[in-house]
């Protein structure tokens, strides 16, 4: 198999590095084009290959992963268009183009794939919303998910729920964040250094996360499993009540997937 990136952003980059970390192809099976060549530089070093245009990308690789901004790709496509053909196996990662509209712009004689990752990607922690709609093999989906579980988890969903899912594994690493640095905020308030606050909300945030994966039960029974009768936590509890954190984050979330519809 060889593999072709077109664009090598943040994206780009962290599914680059899960590929070369699980040894899914040699690096010198894969072909990568940006804009600014010059800052592939990393990867020209571990042997793969930088090339120049992004038609060069498409002769050179059969499974091509389309790693641009949403705004530019019907302008990278028409650009590679006349280099296409059914030897393609085209994977978009693009926010706001589900298969639907995405196969109007593709050639009907090549296979696509709608993926969604997120940016815990970066440090092999994603998890990608793949979409069960598009122009595909089953051949081409299985490579599919041997390259996004190279950087997380994989999720095969109905079109349906794509967009709504990528909104949640997508955008929602930013609340975390967010979260993150309030609660870090408060800590140092209250005296701990900056740094010791930020590993352990961190390590908490990901333990709890664990439990609730394995737990599999509704959260509010985790939550009241911390909650001593009179003690301090459900204190805490009362005040995200008071300043409707649970209606906020509802709404962050249903924010994301309007703006989403409307790209
Ligand atoms: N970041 C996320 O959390 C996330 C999550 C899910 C999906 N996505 C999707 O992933 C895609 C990429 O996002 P990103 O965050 O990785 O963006 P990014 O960091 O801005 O990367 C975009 C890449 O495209 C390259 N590029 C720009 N114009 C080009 C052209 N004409 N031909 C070839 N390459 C070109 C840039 O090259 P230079 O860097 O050399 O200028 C850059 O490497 C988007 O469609 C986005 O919707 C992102």
Redo the contacts with the bound molecule.
């Keep these: 198999m060889t593999i072709g990136f ?8 962290a599914i680059l590095n899960g590929i070369l970390r699980n040894n899914l192809v040699p690096a010198d099976s894969i072909y990568v ?5 010059e ?2 530089q990393p990867f020209a070093a571990q042997g793969v290959h930088v090339l120049l245009s ?1 038609s060069e990308v498409i002769q050179a690789a059969d499974t091509i992963i ?5 705004n ?2 019907v ?2 496509l028409e ?1 590679i268009r006349e280099n296409l053909n059914s030897r393609h196996l085209l994977i ?6 589900p298969p639907d509209r995405l196969q109007s712009v593709i050639p009907e004689d090549v296979s696509f794939i709608c993926a ?4 815990p990607a970066s440090v092999g922690a994603g998890c990608t919303i793949l979409n069960e709609k598009g122009r595909y093999s089953e051949e081409h989906m299985d490579t599919v998910r041997r390259i996004f579980n190279s950087i997380g988890t994989t999720h095969l969903v109905d079109n349906r729920y794509y967009s709504a899912c ?1 909104s949640l594994t ?1 955008c929602s ?1 930013a609340f975390v964040f967010e979260f993150i640095e309030s609660l870090c905020d408060a800590a140092v308030l209250c005296g701990i250094p900056k740094n010791l606050a930020l590993s352990l909300t961190a390590e908490m945030l990901s333990g709890s996360a664990q439990m609730a994966i394995h737990a599999g039960s509704h959260p509010g029974i985790l939550k009241d499993s911390v909650c001593s009768p009179g003690g301090t936590t459900i204190e805490g509890i009362r005040a995200l009540h008071e300043h409707g954190f649970h209606a906020a984050v509802m709404d962050a979330y249903i924010r994301a997937v309007e703006k989403g519809n409307r790209l």
């Design positions: 077109i664009g090598l952003g943040h994206m780009g980059s084009s940006r804009k600014h060549p800052n592939a992004n389309l790693a641009i901004k949403p530019i790709l302008s990278v650009e978009s990662i693009a926010a706001g183009w969604m990752p997120n940016v990528g997508g690493p």
